[in-house]
């Protein structure tokens, strides 16, 4: 029997929500939800948790919130690594004309606590202003977190910068050639790509593009695009659609190994209206879902939870094993 190197916790979409100051909060179960999944991740033992994005909604700007979700860190307990992607809505107020994206930025690197974690950060890029990151060695494994860096509205943009996509290129270049596991931990997944939303004919409208409707091409997208099928053994972690584990739209393996994380704050449903796909947007409460993985030599277990129930999903359980030798 194989044993666990280390044990992961993966959530997405924690959403601490304080808009106009609390007064129109949407995702109300988001504090609530955090605080219940940190005691089973501490309970659990994990050496580290990955947050892939969205931490704060940003309506009406996010320092409040962001101080909100290091308090509930703090408060925890848990003393393991943490290590957040930027997401769409980390500069959500920067589109409504609160601030500025590089703003927002700054807010992610200094509430995140960037600058003091064991993470690398491409070289020329000054502490501040690094917002993506890569953890180069955690057991032999290697994390590599992109930004959703240019905006929120996801699907109307080139998401990505040449420096971030020459960046990543050459560190999965790099890894690959020393056959390290690779996590790439990106926020949001690609229209029509299958995890967090139906393949044939998507639901949410709200997904990364590879061009727009008047044929304009998002370049650093397709370069995104790319990497998800030139390394076959990557392990690529993505939310944003915030849809609920039950709707069994999970895990791929065309390309990477791809899995989706629901929104912990609280799930969204596949549905249908006059009889096409939508979200129902019902956000339930009644569950708060994201994953535990045991990590070992030759394997990765994720087991899908509700942190909330403190249930696993035996049926959402995904292994990805690893080629020994592997030459991609
Ligand atoms: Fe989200
Ligand atoms: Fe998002």
């Avoid at 609530?32 to 990955?50: K, P, T």
């Avoid at 509930?72 to 307990?77: A, D, M, P, R, V």
């Avoid at 659609?241 to 449903?269: E, F, M, Q, W």
């Avoid at 994720?302 to 094993?321: A, N």
Wanted: hydrophobic share 30%.
């Amino acid at each position: 029997m194989q044993t666990s190197v280390y044990r992961l916790a993966v959530l997405s979409d924690i959403h601490i929500d304080l808009e106009n100051g609390g007064k129109n909060t949407y995702f109300i179960h988001a504090e609530r939800n955090l605080r219940r999944a940190l005691e089973v991740i501490r309970a659990y033992d994990c050496s580290l948790l990955i947050s892939a994005g969205d931490q704060v909604t940003n309506a009406t700007g996010a320092e409040e919130e962001w101080r909100r979700y290091r308090q509930i860190l703090t408060e925890s307990g848990y003393t393991g690594q943490v290590l957040e992607a930027m997401g769409n809505h980390e500069s959500r107020y920067a589109q409504y004309g609160g601030c500025t994206i590089e703003d927002c930025r700054r807010e992610f690197v200094r509430f995140t606590r960037l600058a003091e974690k064991p993470v690398l950060r491409p070289k020329g890029a000054g502490d501040g202003t690094a917002y993506y990151a890569y953890l180069d060695d955690h057991f032999g494994d290697a994390f590599l977190f992109l930004a959703l860096e240019n905006g929120c509205n996801t699907n109307q943009i080139d998401n990505f910068s040449d420096e971030q996509m020459d960046w990543a290129e050459e560190l999965l270049a790099r890894y690959t050639r020393e056959g390290r596991r690779i996590f790439l931990i990106q926020h949001a997944p690609l229209y029509g790509d299958g995890v967090g939303d139906n393949r044939g004919e998507p639901a949410y409208e709200g997904s990364i593009r590879l061009s727009d409707a008047k044929g304009r091409v998002f370049k650093n997208n397709r370069r995104f695009h790319r990497l998800t099928r030139q390394y076959p053994e990557m392990i690529r972690l993505s939310g944003h659609t915030h849809v609920d584990l039950r709707d069994k739209v999970n895990y791929r393996r065309d390309g990477c190994h791809r899995l989706h994380i629901p929104s912990l704050a609280g799930s969204t449903r596949l549905t249908k209206r006059d009889g096409k796909p939508t979200l129902d947007r019902t956000f339930y409460g009644d569950a708060a879902q994201g994953y535990l993985a045991e990590v070992e030599e030759a394997r990765v277990i994720f087991r899908g939870i509700d942190f909330l129930h403190r249930r696993f999903y035996p049926e959402f359980t995904y292994t990805i094993e690893r080629k020994q030798n592997h030459l991609y």
